[in-house]
């Protein structure tokens, strides 16, 4: 249901868009947590859709970046769960290839990509500029991910 009303106000009072992980446990097991941050649902459909083939790895980041973005004109809540699932893609691709990287769940329930070298990248948020207006490009991200 989309609601302009609460959209404006949490544009106007920035209040993040996103995705949470809430469970019983202070570290959730890597490997569940990684399986479950890696399904991205929307985005693998709308790719599949488009003959591209998300397979966790770099190259597929730069398939998603030469998409058409179509889905720009959708409904708020749509163009939201798509965001958050490119999010989640950019941050599994980062994870599987980039040494030393993993998720880490901030207290509010917010996964990040974690560096080794300590940097924390909120990739749900890059996923939603990037479904909103193609910037930064995911590929990119990546690229200077793995520079660090």
Not at 15 to 32: Q, S
Not at 100 to 122: C, F, H, K, M, S
Request: proline share 7%; aromatic share 6%; glycine share 10%.
């Amino acid at each position: 249901m989309d609601i302009p009303l609460i959209g404006q106000w949490r544009k106007r009072h920035a209040v993040p868009r996103g995705f949470a992980v809430f469970g019983n446990e202070d570290r959730p097991d890597p490997a569940m947590l990684a399986e479950l941050l890696g399904e991205c649902p929307l985005l693998r459909a709308r790719a599949a859709d488009d003959g591209v083939e998300l397979d966790d790895t770099a190259a597929s980041l730069s398939a998603l970046d030469q998409l058409v973005p179509n889905w720009r004109d959708e409904e708020e809540q749509a163009l939201d769960r798509l965001g958050n699932d490119a999010g989640l893609y950019l941050g599994t691709v980062i994870v599987r290839t980039v040494p030393g990287a993993r998720w880490q769940v901030w207290p509010n329930g917010r996964p990040v990509v974690r560096l080794a070298t300590g940097r924390e990248i909120d990739t749900v948020e890059v996923g939603h500029g990037w479904a909103e207006n193609g910037s930064p490009e995911l590929s990119q991200v990546l690229a200077e991910t793995a520079e660090d």
